[in-house]
């Protein structure tokens, strides 16, 4: 540089020897024929590879006798068995540790079965949906090698195929049918909407096409039935009030009869009783008459009689 000064560029190209091969020295005598190839370089033998997994069993340790339970989370070791494979699928083992007491266990993929099997350092527990499969696979075996044997078995049990066949096609039918209809939802409100604005047009066109002479008439009719239906309700409420007080025409009933009887028993004449004024009023032994009168006439007892002496009074009393 002129003023003396050198940049940083310039300092990190003196720096690695203006050879521009990132700090790298290759000695005078090198020789690019003794270099060895990366695949050269890994391991051989069974590649083995860490993964996170989960129990697919609940297992029993034989060390510490101790649970490990379905889903428990754990590190293991994963390789690929060599010379083992179920229809062409791969076999593979798996190591991992208690988490108890840190002892090694395995166990492998069971792809005829879809499951696993266990192999060392544990224990599987007892499922029974394990043996139900079993069970069941064993049943299906057993019918398939009776229907080779026994024509009629086979073709019995083949119609019975095509019947779980046909019901199965008319449920996926129904199903399909269902899918669709929700998925047209918004068109089949559509379509009932207009339905029913097409029928309530349809109603009105009707009733505008009715003649004045057909309505006067329906309204006469429906006048006549509204006075037809008022006489029937009042004579019911007439009837109804007449035998809802029954005690009233008793009561007055017995008081006429009983009005009846007490004119019927009334005498046709009176008695009066008078007595005679006392004569001698000092005397001891005063004598007292009385005087009964009878009368018939209504006169004759309104005018009264004197007997004997003064009248002190008069008594009527009806007999009864």
Known sequence: MADGTMSAKFMKSAFVGWTFTAGVYYPPDFDASKLMPVKALKPKGPQMMNIRMMFPFTMVCDS???YNYTGTKFTAKTEQIKGESYLGLKVYRFYGRCRHCWSEFTFKTDPKNSDYTMESGGK??????KDADAMEAQLKQEK?????QDQMKALEQKAVDVQSEMQRLEDLDA???LNKRLGNRDQSIQSALDYLFQQDSQRNTEEEEMSQAELKELK?????KDKKEEAEAAKAEASSSSSATPGSAILSAVQERASAAVAKAKPKFTVKVKRKAEEDREGESAAKK???EAATDAASTAAGTDCGGGLLGAYESDSS
Do not use: D, L, V
């Not at 006469?220 to 006549?224: A, I, M, P, Q």
């Open 220 to 224: 006469g009719f429906k006048e006549e």
């Open 124 to 129: 599987r527990t007892y499922e029974a949906w």
């Open 144 to 148: 398939e090698q009776e229907a080779a």
């Open 64 to 66: 510490c006798k101790e």
């Open 290 to 292: 009385p005087c009964i």
């Open 175 to 177: 199903i399909r049918t």
